[in-house]
T-cell receptor, first 118, second 111 residues
Framework: EAGVAQSPRYKIIEKRQSVAFWCNPI?????LYWYQQILGQGPKLLIQ????????DSQLPKDRFSAERLKGVDSTLKIQPAKLEDSAVYLC????????????????FGPGTRLTVL | TQLLEQSPQFLSIQEGENLTVYCNSS?????LQWYRQEPGEGPVLLVT?????EVKKLKRLTFQFGDARKDSSLHITAAQPGDTGLYLC???????????FGTGTRLKVLA
């Protein structure tokens, strides 16, 4: 089974520019997560989708970050405008998302996109 | 705010030594997971524990979930250079499947 795909793998931009990341989850996975991982820290959840609906976006800086999951499959995360402190690895993960069975809610992560804001 | 503190933050040991990594919180979690992350890759799930007091073994790795489901430990026996990586714990509360990740323990095993 193919894993979670992310692109690009690396991105370098100037502050105040815009950037977008793309994620293709594992086929059939209903739940999709975007995490931000700053160097040396654990991942921080930015947004969680169940199919094409948002379950949790409480830690998403909505003044500059936006995310969508059209048709409940692929997802994009956008930052506009970027700040220096947005430099991090952005991880996408997916899980089956079936209620009641923890084994079906194990997360599978993509390789991440490393963003550097200069 | 739920927080998961991991200790130690860094650990450098010789091949063959044993080690234990701790994951602690003041919150109760319905399940707790351990991941290993290598440079340039996403975290890879090692184990999920869901019952207080549960112990799971995965070859040389032993995972324990605290009785009160607030803490967990990962013990590695006879560490090998291939065990090198960032170890992360993540806790989820019932019904949300929202995972809170710990601060991470960076392990380096020297040959």
């Amino acid at each position: 089974e193919a894993g979670v795909a992310q692109s690009p793998r690396y991105k370098i931009i100037e502050k105040r520019q815009s950037v977008a990341f793309w994620c293709n989850p594992i086929s059939g996975h209903a739940t999709l997560y975007w995490y931000q991982q700053i160097l040396g820290q654990g991942p921080k959840l930015l947004i969680q989708f169940q199919n094409n609906g948002v379950v949790d976006d409480s830690q998403l800086p909505k003044d500059r970050f936006s995310a969508e999951r059209l048709k409940g499959v692929d997802s994009t995360l956008k930052i506009q405008p970027a700040k220096l402190e947005d430099s991090a690895v952005y991880l996408c993960a997916s899980s089956h998302g079936l209620a009641g069975e923890w084994s079906y809610n194990e997360q599978f992560f993509g390789p991440g996109t490393r963003l550097t804001v200069l | 705010t739920q927080l998961l503190e991991q200790s130690p933050q860094f650990l450098s040991i010789q091949e063959g030594e044993n080690l234990t990594v701790y994951c602690n919180s003041s919150s109760v979690f319905s399940s707790l997971q351990w991941y290993r992350q290598e440079p340039g890759e996403g975290p890879v799930l090692l184990v999920t524990v869901v019952t207080g007091g549960e112990v799971k073994k995965l070859k040389r790795l032993t995972f324990q979930f605290g009785d009160a489901r607030k803490d967990s430990s990962l013990h590695i026996t006879a560490a090998q250079p291939g065990d090198t990586g960032l170890y992360l714990c993540a806790g989820a509360t019932s019904g949300t499947y929202k995972y809170i990740f710990g601060t991470g323990t960076r392990l380096k095993v020297l040959a």
